[in-house]
C-alpha cells in the first residue's frame, strides 16, 4: 500500500477489519457455546406470568407451544425458601372454584395435574388448616404453561414460582423460538453460572 | 350496613401502620419509614417526628402516649413526640407489626417470631399469644402479625393463613374464632392468606389483600358489611386498619401512600 491511501484502500481494509470482527464475534459466541457457557434462560422480571404489577391478566404460555423441544424445555420451579407452605395455595387450587366438604376449593389449577400437595412437619389430621404444607412440582407432567407462576406471584402469592429453563432438556438454539415470541423479550442469554443463580422478581422500571 | 368512601388522606409518603386516638379528636397516626406523622380529620398534617428506627406500627394508648413498633424496639412518645421510653428486646421485638393495650398491658406483634407478645406497662415480658399452637404461631405468610382488642380485652388476631380472626384471653388461651376460606362467598376470606389486618370496635373489621377488600363481620362471623373493594391499587397488601368512635373506618392504601376514610351510611 503507498504511504498516501486511496479511499478505495481505506473502504478495502475497513471492510477487512468488519469482516474479522464479525467472524470473531461469532467464533467467540461458537466457543463460548460450545463450552456451555451461554445459555437462555427466562428474565422473571419480564416474564409477564411473574412480573409484579401485571394482575387480572391471562396466564402466557407462550414458553409452552413456541419451544422446539416437546412438552417444553421450560418448567416451572418452586423456590421453596421464599414458599409459605399455604393450606390453600392459589397456585395449586383454583381458589374461584366450589369449596367442597374440607374447606378448601374442590378444583386444583394446574391442568396436568402437575403439583403434588402434601403436609409436612407435625401433622393434625383433625384441622387441615392447622398444617403447612409442601407444594412439589413433578417436571415430567409440567409443560410450562406459566398459570401457577401467575396465581403464585405478590401480592396472591409469594412470588416462589418462577419459570425456568432447564437445561437437560433445553437443545440451546441460536435464536430460541421463545424468545423470538415473547412479547416481553424475556427470554435472555447469559453466561451459565449467571442463569443458575435464583432470581428475585421485582416490578419492571 | 353500608358505607360510602368520604375522605382520602395524602400519607405524604409510605404508610404502614395507622392508628386513631381515643379522645375523639379525629387525629390518625401514621407509622412510616422513620417516623411517626399525625394527621388531623381534615387530612392535614399536623405533627411528625422521628423514630430511631423504622416503624412498622403505631398505637395511642389511653393517657395520649404514641407507642411505636419498630425493628427490634418499641418507642414510647408523648403526643407531641417526646420521647418517654424505650422498650428495646431484639428477641421479642425483632419486628413490631401491631400494638394494642388490654387491661394493664401492652400487646406488640411480632412478625419476625409469628406471635404476640404481652408486657406490663413497665415493658416486662409476660406470657405469648398465638404461640400455643402445632405450627409454633400464627400463619403470615404476608408478613404482618395485626390484631385488635375489644372492650372486654379479648385479643382478636388475623391468623391469615388459616383464614380465620382467632380470639385469645390476654393469657394466651384460644377461645375461637370466625372465618373461613371461599373464593366465591364475600363471606369468607380468598387467596392463600387472609385477612391480613383487623381493627375491632363495636365489630371486626378486615382487610385482604389480592384483590384489595375492606369487610365488617359481627362478633359471631356473620358479614355486616363489604365496605370497600375497588377503590384500591390492586397491588395493595397489608393494608392497615383503624376505626375511631364515630365508626368511620380508616384504611391504608400501601401503592398509593394514601389513607382512604370510609363512613356508616343511615339506614
Keep these: ?112 395435574d402437575a403439583i403434588a400437595r402434601r403436609p409436612i412437619g407435625k401433622v393434625d389430621p383433625e384441622d387441615p388448616a392447622n398444617n403447612f404444607y409442601e407444594y412439589v412440582i413433578d417436571e415430567e407432567k409440567c409443560d410450562g404453561c406459566g398459570k401457577c407462576v401467575m396465581k403464585c406471584k405478590e401480592p396472591l402469592g409469594l412470588g416462589s414460582i418462577t419459570l425456568r429453563v432447564r437445561y437437560d432438556r433445553c437443545v440451546n438454539c441460536n435464536r430460541c423460538s421463545i424468545s423470538k415470541a415473547c412479547p416481553q423479550d424475556a427470554l435472555k442469554q447469559l453466561p451459565i453460572g449467571q442463569a443458575l443463580q435464583p432470581v428475585g422478581v421485582k416490578r419492571p422500571g | 350496613m353500608q358505607y360510602r368512601h368520604v375522605q382520602t388522606i395524602d400519607g405524604k ?65 408523648d403526643g407531641a413526640g417526646k420521647l418517654r421510653d424505650t422498650w428495646r428486646d431484639d428477641k421479642l421485638l425483632r419486628r413490631v407489626t401491631a400494638i394494642g393495650f388490654t387491661g394493664d398491658s401492652v400487646l406488640a406483634g411480632d412478625s419476625a417470631d409469628r406471635a404476640i407478645r404481652r408486657f406490663d406497662r413497665r415493658g416486662r415480658f409476660l406470657n405469648d399469644i398465638g404461640k400455643d399452637n402445632p405450627l409454633g404461631g400464627l400463619l403470615i405468610p404476608n408478613g404482618v402479625v395485626d390484631f385488635g382488642v375489644d372492650g372486654q380485652g379479648i385479643v382478636h388476631a388475623a391468623n391469615p393463613g388459616k383464614h380465620r380472626v382467632e380470639r385469645y384471653a390476654p393469657g394466651g388461651e384460644l377461645l375461637g374464632h370466625i372465618g373461613r376460606f371461599d373464593g366465591i362467598d364475600p363471606a369468607g376470606f380468598t387467596g392463600c392468606c387472609n385477612p391480613t389486618n383487623v381493627a375491632i370496635r363495636d365489630a371486626i373489621y378486615t382487610t385482604e389483600k389480592a384483590g384489595p377488600r375492606v369487610k365488617a363481620y359481627d362478633f359471631g362471623g356473620k358479614l355486616l358489611a363489604v365496605i370497600a373493594t375497588d377503590l384500591f391499587d390492586a397491588n395493595c397488601k397489608n393494608m392497615s386498619i383503624a376505626v375511631d368512635s364515630r365508626g368511620r373506618v380508616y384504611v391504608v392504601d400501601t401503592v398509593k401512600q394514601t389513607i382512604l376514610v370510609f363512613e356508616r351510611v343511615s339506614a
Design chain 1, 1 to 112: 500500500m503507498s504511504e498516501n491511501p486511496t479511499r478505495r484502500d481505506i473502504f478495502a481494509t475497513v471492510a477487512r477489519g468488519t469482516v474479522l470482527a464479525v467472524l470473531g464475534g461469532g467464533a467467540g459466541f461458537l466457543v463460548k457455546k460450545a463450552n456451555g457457557q451461554v445459555v437462555w434462560q427466562v428474565d422473571v422480571s419480564r416474564c409477564v406470568n411473574s412480573r409484579l404489577g401485571d394482575l387480572g391478566v391471562e396466564a402466557c404460555n407462550l414458553c409452552t407451544t413456541e419451544c422446539v423441544v416437546a412438552l417444553s424445555a421450560v418448567r416451572a420451579v418452586n423456590e421453596y425458601s421464599k414458599c409459605g407452605r399455604c393450606n390453600i395455595c392459589p397456585a395449586y387450587f383454583n381458589i374461584a372454584s366450589a369449596v367442597n366438604e374440607l374447606g378448601q376449593p374442590s378444583e386444583k389449577l394446574c391442568p396436568r
Design chain 2, 13 to 77: 409518603g409510605a404508610l404502614h401502620g395507622i392508628a386513631v386516638d381515643g379522645h375523639g379528636r379525629g387525629e390518625i397516626y401514621a407509622a412510616c419509614v422513620a417516623e411517626i406523622k399525625v394527621f388531623d380529620a381534615a387530612g392535614k398534617l399536623v405533627r411528625r417526628w422521628p423514630t430511631s428506627r423504622p416503624a412498622q406500627s403505631v398505637a395511642v394508648a389511653g393517657d395520649g402516649a404514641v407507642y411505636a413498633g419498630e425493628l427490634g424496639q418499641i418507642e414510647i412518645f
